[in-house]
């Protein structure tokens, strides 16, 4: 019980990678059906209305009215790098060099979300947080690398510069994004601060749908029952409960230890790919996810 209450934090961020694994499988389903862009809009919709249902209940009111101006500017800026500017970059990079080598590269986050809370925050990671990064993170990297689409294990030095840049970019969205979310949330309740950043990012999608006027994808996607099913299950599991997981993790430890667990789901998932879609688990898959264990583990000495 004692390691539970010491360690809020750290439990918070694994099962955020939890919600991040069952989120990721419902959205590459809806996905393939409506296409990703159009998933993204809607799944921060139903994630707001989600949102603010949690907060009617518990807070009494549907809308973060009680959130002061310190915390709709910071939580703000954070959905616009987050949400919108990450978001976007990632799924860009999906495009120009494939989800596993940009998946990869995002395992670079935890290092990023921590030099942002290191020059923002001031936070300071204890050489045994930092083992247990490095470990986790090859671990994370071990799993992915196995799956590449050379399928020997190696990413090809072929990849285009620009795809590159967009994943690292994905990758520091995701961190200072983080970052500004603890600053701005400061003791605000994670569901309401959630709120706040996915409302925030759904205006930044909304807008950018209009300028590109892709709307009409919108309107033909709510029509695909199966399509918004799976965008529904994934947007309970992410911008509803995987984000304001997340945000807990952020109150009871550093950024970058959050975002080092966070980012377990690559290692979660294959035992569910394995028993649900029959994928075969190689040697690699098996040694990583030791290794990525064992660097969890570290963070709970």
């Avoid at 949102?51 to 807070?59: K, Q, S």
């Avoid at 600053?183 to 209009?210: A, N």
């Avoid at 965008?231 to 945000?247: E, Q, Y």
């Avoid at 377990?264 to 394995?274: D, Q, R, T």
Wanted: glycine share 12%.
């Amino acid at each position: 019980m004692n390691i539970l209450l010491n360690h809020k934090g750290e439990i918070a961020a694994i099962l955020t990678a939890v919600c991040w694994t069952f989120t990721g499988l419902a959205f590459e389903y809806a996905g393939k059906k409506i296409g990703s862009l159009t998933v993204n809009l809607i799944r921060l919709f139903i994630g707001f209305i989600f949102l603010g249902v949690y907060t009617l209940i518990v807070n009494g009111h549907f809308f973060p009215i009680t959130a002061d101006g310190h915390a709709w500017l910071w939580l703000s800026l954070s959905g616009i790098v987050g949400f919108l500017i990450g978001d976007l970059l990632l799924f860009q990079a999906f495009v120009v060099i494939g989800a596993r080598v940009s998946m990869l590269i995002m395992s670079l986050a935890p290092p990023i979300t921590a030099f942002f809370g290191w020059i923002i925050l001031g936070e300071k990671l204890s050489l045994l947080n930092l083992f247990g990064m490095t470990i986790t993170i090859s671990g994370i990297a071990i799993v992915i690398l196995s799956k590449s689409p050379s399928g020997k294990g190696k990413v090809s030095s072929q990849f285009p510069l620009k795809g590159i840049l967009l994943a690292f970019g994905g990758a520091a969205g995701q961190g200072l994004g983080l970052v500004l979310s603890k600053l701005g949330m400061k003791e605000l309740d994670p569901f309401m601060s959630t709120q706040i950043r996915v409302l925030v990012g759904f205006i930044g999608f909304s807008l950018l749908f209009l300028f590109t006027k892709r709307w009409k994808y919108v309107f033909v996607a709510i029509r695909n029952r199966k399509a918004m099913i799976g965008t529904t299950i994934g947007s309970f599991f992410g911008p509803f409960l995987g984000v304001s997981l997340s945000l807990l993790a952020l109150k009871h430890t550093t950024t970058g230890v959050a975002s080092t667990l966070n980012s377990l789901s690559p290692i979660i998932i294959i035992p569910l790919a394995w028993m649900l879609f029959k994928e075969k688990i190689t040697l690699k898959d098996i040694i990583g996810s030791l290794i990525a264990v064992v660097g969890v583990i570290l963070f709970f000495i």
